[in-house]
């Protein structure tokens, strides 16, 4: 089964996620009529031509006007995350398949993640930083470690889900805030679903997956962290907005106990003079949670997956469906 297909996406990611590999893999199943282009200048005979699109960031939106031009497509590969911005209602009523990479993503922030939530249970940052600003040795003050340690997670969105698999790995029990969660499923994990309030009050570290919408914007805020328990870790791969980050300045300030391995911000990254940089009870890294540089290959490599179990029929794995975009992370 040969379909017709066209790249269209950011020129400058392209070849991060579609490489030769990838490249050779998708045209076993469509040809591909010329380069990958940007949104705005797709050709209107490749597109009208166009069975399948295959994108990542920067892709085209498919609105009205576009699907319009692409009479003949039915099935969207984006190699990226979330699709939000690119599928619209009309992609729905046209009976578009789309799949994207978004749980690929989500396996890579986990992996960091996971090395993140380790290193706190033993307090690792906290020594490196405390030995460097006294230029001594720093002893050792117990450490909770991983055995029994409560490890809560907010939201189990693809990426708290993923992180909560590979905790399974580890003696931690794993505990977890989310109003939309199957408990058949969080069981399946063997995570304890909990209040946020109990969560943030009895956990080791607490690590946050949670997407940034309207109604969790902020929702991290100064009674929460003050609320963590002694020596406790607050870990964010997720978005800097879901913290009040005025708030958390100042608990960090009045609790040099607790700890914050922050590898968001909002803005990102934060300016020049900001207490992120100076307090000694925060580490920030620059978003390095998910794929980058050759991880992204991952990306292309599970899209061009997507394409063979389509033409051979086969449930898509990756499949994204109006009914459950609307809380994934």
Known sequence: MTLNGIYAMDPARFEEVYGPDERAAIERYVTVPGPNRPAGHLLPDQLAAAQVLITGWGAPRLDADLLASAPRLELVLYGAGSVRDVVTADSWERGLRVTAAGSVIADCVAEFTLAQILFGLKHGWRYVLRARATRAPVPRRGEPGTEGSVVGLVSLGAAGRATARLLARHPVRVHAYDPYADPAEAAALGVRLTGLDELFATSDVVSLHTPLLPETHGMVDGPLLESMKPDATLVNTARGGLINEAELIAVAARRPDLFFALDVTDPEP????????????????????????????????????ELARYTRGQQLRHEVTADRMEFAA
């Open 270 to 305: 934060p300016p020049a003079g900001s207490p992120f940089f100076s307090l000694e009870n925060i580490v920030l890294t620059p978003h390095l949670a998910g794929n980058l540089g050759p991880e992204r290959r991952r990306l292309g490599r599970a899209m061009a997956e």
